[in-house]
Each structure stands twice: as structure tokens, then as C-alpha cells.
Nanobody, 125 residues
Framework: QVQLLESGGGSVQAGGSLKLSCVVPDYTISTYCVGWFRQAPGEERAEVAKINTYGKISYGDSVEGRFTFSRDIATKTFDLQMDSLKPEDSAMYYC???????????????????WGQGTQVSVSS
């Protein structure tokens, strides 16, 4: 199974910036949807940003306008630039991949089921 390679994260004061990177070694535009998710203690894992089968990027409501998700197909790297960070952004961040499947000629993301090891983001007030 493919292993997702995450880097970045760390500690920053509120208003600061951090960048996370994820390498998906066997990525192609027809193999995986990729996204970033986060999980704070006692909470469920939540979607932060993802790119779907058609290259469309979507964001969670709480990060829209502050975070930027980008893809470099050549290096198979997915970056999450996080600006204007808030204490409530503190969490373990995970890169996730969902295999792309087909149904009646339509491609779809078949559920995020491959995960990186996670990287901690801590934002102090």
C-alpha cells in the first residue's frame, strides 16, 4: 500500500503561518484524490482541504480564505499553506488519499482510506 510522506507543521503564534507538504509516491491524476484532514483531541477527524477527480479544490468552512491547497503533479506533492492561524487550528494534521473509481463513466473518490503518520500543528494565543 502506498505510504504518504508528510512534512512541515510545528508551533506558531496566532496570526502566523505554517506549510505542510505531502508526497504521494505513485500519484497520478487518475489514481487518487488527495486531501488534508485534522483531528484535535476528543474530536473526530475533519476535512481541511481536498482535490477531487476533476481537479477541483474544496475547503472546510473554518479555513476558507486562510488556507491554500496546491498540487504539483510532477513531484507528486500536495501542499497546505496555512496563514492567519488561530489557536483553534491546533490539531494533528493528516494527509489522506482516496482511490479513484469509476461508475457508469463517472469518476469519483472512493473514500479516504490511506493516511500519513500525521504532523502536529500548535497555535498559541
Amino acid at each position: 500500500q502506498v505510504q504518504l510522506l508528510e512534512s512541515g507543521g510545528g508551533s506558531v503564534q496566532a496570526g502566523g503561518s505554517l506549510k505542510l507538504s505531502c508526497v504521494v509516491p505513485d500519484y497520478t491524476i487518475s489514481t487518487y484524490c488527495v486531501g488534508w484532514f485534522r483531528q484535535a483531541p476528543g474530536e473526530e477527524r475533519a476535512e481541511v482541504a481536498k482535490i477531487n477527480t476533476y481537479g477541483k479544490i474544496s475547503y472546510g468552512d473554518s479555513v476558507e480564505g486562510r488556507f491554500t491547497f496546491s498540487r504539483d503533479i510532477a513531484t507528486k506533492t500536495f501542499d497546505l499553506q496555512m496563514d492567519s492561524l488561530k489557536p483553534e487550528d491546533s490539531a494533528m494534521y493528516y494527509c489522506g488519499a482516496a482511490p479513484i473509481s469509476q461508475y457508469r463513466g463517472v469518476s469519483y473518490c472512493a473514500g479516504f482510506q490511506i493516511w500519513g503518520q500525521g504532523t502536529q500543528v500548535s497555535v498559541s494565543s
